[in-house]
């Protein structure tokens, strides 16, 4: 039986739910990246490095929330700060204790957040901190890079897929997208001549490289960022939504040694509940603070309400992630278990002789389908000479059909990109070796891989 067939037989229960969300959602799904055809996997419930389906299947789950949880399903001393905070409320419509020792966490933790706004997801985090950067420098312009993403707001959602272009998507204003440059990933020279012409309030970028580092961005070309963005009195950003508390306690930046005038954060940030926050310079976030003057505070006040800002829950759950991984204990246990994934990986491709690469460099895997050969062992996962066109290009009907195989097998992940907790134990990677190898013949015998 082919894949897709008997992963349509297996799942009668996710299809049945799916065809009650066709009338009610476009593409039936609430999340595009949940999109799977002929239709998607429905979990009932999760713990540790484990989720179950509505049809009662167990899987080793690699999607851990998006990124959002590094602990692992369901970690008690989230689950116990939430159910805690739960029974004195959910919203108070007022400030509270714990969004204050929230802020002082990621204070502790983070080098550039010398002041510190919540937000309610990761793309409000970025579109306010171009907001801060334009009224900060006085200018327009913002340069991204391709295939880095930064949330779906018209501001940066351009550039992120093939070809790259600065269009406008379906909805989006040319006039919004005309103030953005789109410039190749890890291009100095691009960036120097396009700071050169004067109007460029802030380059934004994920520190790591787009999507978490698929293209990899060299810890020197961040550094040279520093240096032309200070030079040009632009703002520099990182997009720490996925990097900020996985990299290290401090995210990319305490790694790097590199402190950027703005961060924007989420996912770990909240603790697996919704959240994120704009930190960096005191006098870039002072342009939220409200003026004594009524005129003054209509030229340079930033208006920033939102229902849900530092919301208790949230808030709870972030103490709680945050103080329990500040010794960079758990990130360590996740690279070292990422570690063993990849080598084990690409340990099975060299033997089946398919030519995939898997790579990666923190607490994560990613699988590339356009390797001109197998790797040679599992130590060879070097993308370095890779052009970043092809790295980044996506196989959609390879993605799903290994993602459809590792279910079949008891593994799921998202089609291109893994996230490892450490609360994936060396049984658990044999498990999801086993299933990998399994999946791959599958895909062998279909002529896909």
Not at 19 to 24: N, Q
Not at 202 to 227: K, M, R, S
Not at 270 to 287: C, I, N, T
Request: with cysteine; charged share 25%.
């Amino acid at each position: 039986m082919k894949v897709q067939d008997a992963y349509v037989d297996a799942l009668k229960t996710s299809r049945a739910l799916w065809e009650r969300a066709r009338t009610l959602f476009p593409d039936a799904v609430t999340h595009d990246n949940r999109r799977m055809q002929p239709f998607p996997l429905y979990v009932d419930r999760a713990d540790g490095a484990y989720k179950w389906d509505v049809d009662g299947h167990r899987y080793v789950d690699y999607w851990m929330g998006h990124g959002a949880l590094l602990l692992g399903h369901n970690p008690p001393v989230v689950r116990d700060a939430v159910a805690a905070q739960a029974m004195k409320g959910t919203h108070y419509g007022a400030s509270h204790a714990k969004e204050v020792e929230w802020g002082e966490w990621v204070q502790r933790l983070v080098p550039s957040a010398k002041r510190i706004r919540f937000t309610g997801t990761g793309t409000e985090a970025t579109h306010l901190a171009l907001r801060l950067a334009r009224a900060s420098t006085g200018k327009k312009h913002v340069i991204k890079f391709a295939g880095h993403f930064h949330g779906w707001h018209e501001g940066l959602e351009i550039g992120v897929r093939p070809p790259y272009k600065a269009e406008p998507e379906a909805g989006q204003l040319d006039e919004v997208v005309q103030l953005v440059s789109v410039i190749a990933p890890n291009d100095i020279d691009g960036v120097r001549a396009r700071l050169a012409m004067g109007d460029v309030a802030a380059v934004i970028l994920e520190p790591t490289g787009g999507h978490f580092g698929a293209v990899p961005a060299p810890p020197e070309f961040v550094a040279a960022l520093q240096d032309e963005t200070r030079r040009a009195g632009a703002v520099l950003i990182f997009d720490e939504v996925v990097t900020g508390f996985r990299v290290s306690p401090g995210g990319a930046q305490a790694k790097l040694g590199i402190t950027p005038d703005l961060t924007t954060l989420a996912k770990i940030l909240s603790g697996g509940l919704p959240g994120g926050a704009v930190v960096g310079r005191e006098d870039v976030l002072a342009y939220l603070t409200t003026k004594p003057d009524p005129e003054e505070n209509r030229r340079s006040k930033i208006a920033h309400a939102g229902t849900f800002n530092a919301n208790p829950l949230s808030a709870a759950a972030g103490v709680a992630m945050l103080s329990s991984i500040a010794d960079g204990a758990a990130i360590r246990d996740a690279d070292r278990q990422a570690a063993k994934l990849r080598r084990g990986m690409n340990e099975v491709l060299a033997r089946e002789r398919v030519a995939w690469k898997v790579y990666g460099q923190h607490s994560d895997w990613k699988i590339w389908f356009g390797a001109d050969a197998p790797p040679r062992d599992g130590a060879d996962q070097s993308v370095a000479d890779v052009d970043w066109r092809r790295l980044d290009a996506k196989d959609a009907g390879r993605s799903k059909a290994l993602r459809q195989a590792l279910i079949l097998n008891g593994v799921d992940f998202n089609g291109a990109r893994a996230l490892v907790s450490p609360c994936h134990t060396d049984a658990v990677i044999d498990e999801t070796l086993a299933a990998f190898t399994s999946a791959v013949r599958a895909m062998k015998g279909e002529g896909l891989a």
